[in-house]
């Protein structure tokens, strides 16, 4: 009976799919089958020195990094994270992160740590784009995974420009002291994976990756980005 009246609300209210713009059938709750073939996977996790991970080399509290699609200005997975960061569509953004997991899972990506922590926003952008997209993926990937997701503890302290035409110098002079950790003997001993949706020269990632381990002295962190621009 369910599925009639599911049917029925589908051929009232046809949904599409988010990168192609087809019809979705009753299993493809947001991209259709056809374009989730096509998602340019990275498959970077079972490498231990993949791309992502280089960016980190030599910053001994980092353990593990990976990314799971490629982002190019323009492809189909590029448009799909946009529209979904600023089109008031965090749903998506928690849909790819359950797209993600079960990779994770199987390489035993997820071993040993303790919660999820999402890259934070300002205060200010965070209310003029009503949130934030990250902490939706990482809300994906933690169902998945089982394990808590903590929001509050890595906070935005400055308000930093928009990085997306910023050189690679630019870019980290941007993002120096932006970020502050509440209560960091809540995580005394803990292996936190820091969530965010795109890592580009992995500035943003590395400033919250040191201001966490010179909060918290015996941090163990792991990095994970939804996409990886090719330069990374
Ligand atoms: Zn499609």
């Known amino acids: 009976m369910a599925s009639i009246w599911t ?12 990168v192609c713009g087809n019809k ?19 498959h970077y996790d079972p490498m231990a020195l993949n791309p992502v991970m280089q ?21 189909d997975f590029a448009q ?16 790819l992160g359950r ?18 922590i ?19 993926i990482a809300r994906g990937l933690a169902e998945v995974a089982r394990l808590p997701l903590r929001t509050g503890v890595l906070v935005r302290i400055k308000h ?7 050189t690679r110098d630019e870019r ?9 950790v509440r209560r960091p003997e809540c995580l005394a001993g803990r292996h936190v994976l820091i969530v965010d949706d795109v890592i580009t020269t992995g500035a943003t990632l590395m400033s919250c990756a040191e201001t966490l381990s010179s909060a918290v002295p015996d941090i163990r962190i792991s990095i994970f980005a939804l996409a990886a621009a090719q330069t990374a």
Request: hydrophobic share 35%; aromatic share 14%.
């Open 160 to 166: 930093n420009e928009t990085q997306t035409h910023m």
């Open 80 to 95: 799909l994270i946009t529209r979904s960061k600023y089109s008031d569509k965090p749903e998506v953004g928690q849909y």
């Open 55 to 75: 960016h980190f080399v030599g910053f001994p509290a980092v353990q593990h990094a990976s990314a799971f699609c490629f982002y190019a200005h323009g492809n």
């Open 118 to 136: 999402p890259v934070p926003l300002s205060r200010w952008r965070r209310w003029k784009r009503g949130y934030n997209q990250s902490e939706w």
């Open 172 to 180: 980290w002079t941007n993002v120096q002291g932006i970020f502050a």
């Open 24 to 42: 979705l059938g009753k299993g493809e709750p947001h991209i259709c089958t056809a374009c989730l073939r096509q998602l340019p996977a990275t």
């Open 7 to 18: 049917d029925i609300g589908m051929l009232l209210s046809p949904r599409f799919c988010k």
């Open 99 to 116: 797209l993600a997991a079960p990779e994770l899972v199987i390489s035993g990506f997820f071993e040993g740590i303790d919660c999820l």
